[in-house]
């Protein structure tokens, strides 16, 4: 196994990311010295392979960004360099776009010129190599709102079906073709291509917006809030209940065996799996929908789809409640933010849900909430009820709560 090709390092002394090379996906962060959890890493594989937008949210420092980046560069390792850069694009999000000419360039009619930018050349890129996988890093997404630059991704995204897999076009300009300023023809409409990987990194503060529900009602979740100094100075974690049963991912992320669209199927799979039990999504359902805050069909595939591609992908560490357990926290949870009279009765009853127990008084016990608040807290649901423990607090602290802090 090559560690490193010593070429030369980046001005801060680094090594070169695509010059290292390592099979295993955990043992690649460790190459480069960082540190995250193999569940940490294996959800994040995972909900990419589900759906191809991620958002990552934590407080700053915890390495969102780098999770990102140092994924592409483990993917992409293979190719020779300049092709590796081709497939990656790292654009950080400025505050004042409110269209997509920050993401896809604009026409413009004084030199008469087509000014692309680094994502309309990975995706057309993509496109002339669509069995590869390529990868968008949108950094800090959320300085300016996303709903406007974004807007035609999300819907375009939504799109695309097994039967129209190229989905709606996103149109560039009005002609049919202009010229680029480096001389390449750029087309009036492009496709999103399937093989393209979108990841937002989130920070929240006063100079940020809040996603709204149709952004969240798209995306895997990560939230990253965790800081474990012992397991940060060892090298070794405490969090790896729910790993990849074989870590060499490079040519797993694009099945072409399975359709790359999350439909009705992929709920079929999943009660496959758990057949002859009960249904937790039926019930998860019909919590919510007392409160009106349930959530519909599109979240249950893409929920499924994690489900049973998290089973053939961790094999004999695969447990159903674990897998459930991550897509209520990364899928359902995010969507809660308001005020104290919304809230606190529907967190309560998903805290009790958590814990298989009905919710009889609107409103769980101090004991519940410390005991949801421990590490080990015996719940069949331990990292939900972790967290909606936590947004239970801050209800009460400051009369509104959101997943994203």
């Known amino acids: 196994m090559k560690r490193l090709i010593a070429e030369g390092v980046d001005e801060k002394g680094r090594p070169i990311l695509s010059e290292l090379s390592s099979e295993k996906l955990y043992e ?10 193999g569940e940490t890493l294996s959800r994040y594989f995972l909900s990419l392979k589900t759906k191809p937008f991620v958002i990552l949210t934590g407080i700053s420092g915890t390495g969102k960004t780098k999770i990102a980046q140092v994924f592409a560069d483990y993917m992409c390792q293979d190719d020779k360099r300049v092709e590796a850069d081709k497939r990656k694009a790292f654009i950080p999000v400025r505050p004042d776009w409110m269209d997509n000419k920050g993401l896809l360039g604009f026409y413009n009619i004084l030199d008469q010129k087509y000014h692309s930018t680094p994502l309309l050349d990975l995706l057309l890129n993509a496109q002339e190599k669509p069995e590869k996988p390529h990868f968008v890093i949108l950094d800090e997404m959320n300085l300016a709102k996303v709903e406007q630059y974004f807007s035609d991704f999300l819907s375009i995204m939504e799109s695309r079906t097994a039967d129209r897999p ?3 076009k996103i149109t560039l300009h009005s002609g049919r073709e202009a010229t680029a300023e480096d001389g390449r023809i750029i087309p009036g409409k492009i496709h999103i291509p399937v093989n393209v990987f979108f990841t937002g990194t989130v920070n929240v503060d006063e100079t940020t917006y809040m996603f709204s529900p149709k952004v969240l009602d798209r995306a895997n979740v990560i939230e990253f809030n965790e800081v474990d100094l012992e397991g940060y100075t060892t090298g070794i974690s405490h969090d790896d209940a729910f790993c990849l049963d074989t870590p060499d991912v490079r040519n797993a992320l694009i099945d072409l065996e399975v359709s790359p669209f999350c439909s009705r199927g992929d709920y079929s799979r999943f009660k496959e799996i758990f057949e002859g039990r009960e249904n937790p999504f039926q019930e998860l359902v019909s919590r919510l929908k007392t ?13 499924s789809r994690f489900v049973w591609m998290a089973q053939g992908a961790c094999g004999e560490h695969f447990e159903l409640s674990d897998a459930i357990d991550i897509q209520i926290l990364q899928k359902v949870l995010p969507k ?70």
């Open 336 to 405: 809660f933010h308001g005020t104290q009279g919304k809230l606190q009765q529907p967190l309560s009853d998903l805290l009790h849900f958590c814990f298989d127990e009905t919710d009889k008084t609107g409103k769980p016990s101090e004991d519940l909430l410390q005991k949801a608040q421990s590490t080990d807290n015996g719940a069949t649901y331990p990292r939900s009820a972790r967290k909606i423990a936590r947004m239970i607090q801050n209800l009460k602290i400051q009369g509104y709560t959101s997943f994203i802090e």
């Open 291 to 303: 409160y009106n805050l349930h959530f519909g069909y599109r979240v249950v595939n893409e929920m």
């Open 28 to 37: 690649y962060y460790s190459m480069v010295d960082l540190r995250f959890s």
């Open 166 to 168: 190229e989905g709606e």
